[in-house]
């Protein structure tokens, strides 16, 4: 059964509310209307409460949930938002790099139960976060091997997943480490390197409180932390610290030396290797899997998943925004109409992955669910501009979907194979492309059958004999691992990538369009029949130089949809991504900060 918290009716003026409604598997509080802070920290079943309404933020209407996470990390050299090419739509304006603070997504008035914007919400979530924290640090007595202390490495590591967020998100933000009192009401901006600095300080004393994946009733699930996860993310930050990122005086890396590349490689390094041989960890044996395990709800700890962010059956929209398209209610879903689909993978993409690569068909689908008929629908072919993520599908769930609004399928915030793939990079820029090699394996090996590993595997990599070409072959496998995932953005803006590689992707987009250069030998026509079932499609001609008809069982589609303007919507013509590397501070937020905030980068 699935952990999950309904309401939390925290209420934050130094004081709990006790009524906290939690699903049966949560502590039912008292009836007292308000506990003093030292009784609920003093209390482990309270104090677990207050820590569970940490994470209600991630659900909130305007928060996570319905904003954050169905619009920020496009659009990418391999993800775009579907209807970018609409320049009219404030939606399509927070992915074509041409956000403004008066975005009608984003700009909305802070209202109770969830109004507001990511930053609001995350506000709200860090706010619990403080007060849990310097509640148990004051009355918990928390240390490693007791629920207080694990209880205390939680919250820790939530401040630090709402702070890795903001900042990825908007740049420097106000750094609120303590509860708020009446002198801190209004805070300026802070540097991001002070908040990386400190989150990374948390999260290396939260992984002395928290077990690995297994080792306890709590880490049993991926929907708490553990100490795999929260080395994995200290690994990931160390990494986006010392990173090229956008500055109000340009584009560079932390000027600060205590982010230096050479101290926080090491760390990523350190903290990588460290979850890799604990074995608390692994790679699911094969890729397809894993993805079938994630959307039929499997959350047993131990596994790839290193943590997910847990969200009811009614709350969070990871399908209703990214699965394969539904046009209408069907044999899969009760959703609603259009489900899916707001966004997937450039049309490129398909065709650079190497055909025996067991990832390509697991992430990259070029149909949808048509209109159903007698409430059965089939698949029916898009179009070439417009393919869909497999890694999210109705069709993979074991429970029928029946909220118009959400699917409370969770958010998988960090797995396993990104933590091998830091190793790569930290041990390739350290120590050189033959330590790297070792994990840059382990992540092929998987995508390749036992037949195709020599060529494709050993070789290969054995192949990258020196730092830059590994480098490289390290940012092309994070394409092929992490396609619809949404890291890719940050990932480009820390390895100064950006631009270079929004524009190559314009222009392979544009010789797909022509079928020209490394796409000659994509068909422009289509075949297809439906297999046995009579809702599967049996499709020819997608791969590279299957340009004969197969026979008159098949149906020919014209696949070569792709104009100018949709190309040129992965990024707004005339905007530079390198200077719209954030979205802006929300003019609301900037207007009730009593002046303290303001926006940089020419917003």
């Known amino acids: 059964m699935k952990h999950k918290i309904i309401i939390a009716g925290l209420i934050l003026a130094s004081l709990f509310s006790a009524c906290q409604e939690f ?31 940490i994470k209600i933020a991630f659900a909130e209407t305007n928060g996570h949930r319905g904003r954050f996470l169905p619009f920020y990390g496009f659009n990418t050299d391999t993800e775009w938002y579907n209807a970018s090419e609409s320049t009219s739509d404030d939606k399509a304006g927070l992915s074509i790099y041409d956000a403004k603070p008066t975005n009608s997504q984003m700009n909305l008035e802070v209202t109770e139960g969830g109004g507001g914007n990511p930053w609001t919400s995350m506000y709200t979530g860090i706010e619990r976060a403080n007060i849990c924290i310097n509640g148990i640090r004051k009355y918990g007595n928390p240390k490693p091997g007791t629920e207080f202390g694990y209880l205390l490495g939680e919250a820790l590591t939530l401040r630090a997943v709402f702070y890795a967020d903001l900042v990825k998100a908007h740049g420097d933000v106000p750094a609120r480490f303590e509860p708020v009192n009446t002198e801190t009401i209004y805070l300026p901006k802070s540097s991001r390197d002070v908040i990386y600095k400190q989150i990374i300080q948390d999260l290396g004393e939260a992984a002395t409180l928290v077990p690995w994946p297994n080792e306890s009733a709590a880490t049993a699930s991926v929907e708490r932390i553990n100490k795999a996860f929260v080395k994995g993310l200290r690994a990931r930050l160390a990494l986006v610290a010392s990173g090229f990122q956008q500055y109000p005086d340009g584009v560079h890396r932390s000027n600060d030396t205590e982010l230096s590349v050479d101290k926080m490689y090491k760390l990523a390094l350190d903290e990588s290797r460290s979850v890799i041989q604990s074995g608390k960890a692994n790679l699911e044996p094969s890729f397809e899997t894993f993805w079938r395990k994630y959307n039929q709800e499997n959350i047993t700890a131990g596994g790839e998943s290193l943590w997910e962010i847990p969200f009811a059956d009614g709350r969070g929209r990871m399908l209703y925004s990214f699965a394969v398209k539904h046009t209408d209610v069907d044999q899969f879903h009760a959703n609603g109409p259009n489900r899916g689909g707001s966004a997937g993978p450039l049309p490129t993409i398909f065709y650079d992955y190497d055909k025996a690569d067991s990832r390509r068909d697991v992430t990259c689908v070029p149909y949808l669910y048509g209109k159903p008929v007698n409430g059965i629908a089939k698949q029916e072919l898009g179009a070439l501009n417009k393919w869909y993520f497999g890694k999210y599908r109705y069709e993979w769930m074991t429970r029928f979907v029946t909220s118009t609004n959400d699917d409370g399928v969770n958010k998988i915030y960090m797995r396993y194979a990104e933590v091998l793939l830091i190793a790569a990079e930290a041990a390739n820029e350290l120590e050189g492309p033959a330590a790297a090699a070792p994990y840059l394996k382990e992540i092929r090996r998987r995508a390749f059958t036992a037949g195709d590993q020599s060529q494709k595997v050993d070789n290969y990599v054995n192949g990258l004999s020196s730092k830059t070409a590994m480098f490289n072959a390290i940012v092309d496998e994070n394409k092929y691992e992490f396609t619809g995932e949404m890291e890719r953005k940050q990932a480009l803006i820390r390895w100064n990538l950006l631009k270079v590689k929004l524009d190559e992707a314009k222009q392979k987009m544009f010789d797909l369009q022509k079928h020209s250069g490394d796409y000659a030998d994509v068909p422009t026509t289509l075949y297809y029949k439906y297999k046995a079932d009579n809702v599967t499609l049996d499709i020819y001609g997608l791969n590279r130089g299957e340009n004969v008809n197969p026979g008159p069982d098949y149906t020919s589609f014209a696949w070569s949809t792709l104009t100018d303007s949709k190309i040129n919507s992965i990024y707004k013509i005339g905007v530079d991504p390198d200077t719209r590397q954030f979205w802006p501070i929300w003019q609301k937020l900037i207007e009730g900060s009593n002046g303290k905030l303001f926006n940089d980068y020419g917003y």
């Open 23 to 53: 699903s049966e598997d949560y502590l039912d509080a008292p009836g007292k209307s308000t506990l003093e802070e030292q009784e609920i920290f003093s209390n482990e079943g309270l104090t677990k409460g207050a820590v569970d309404g």
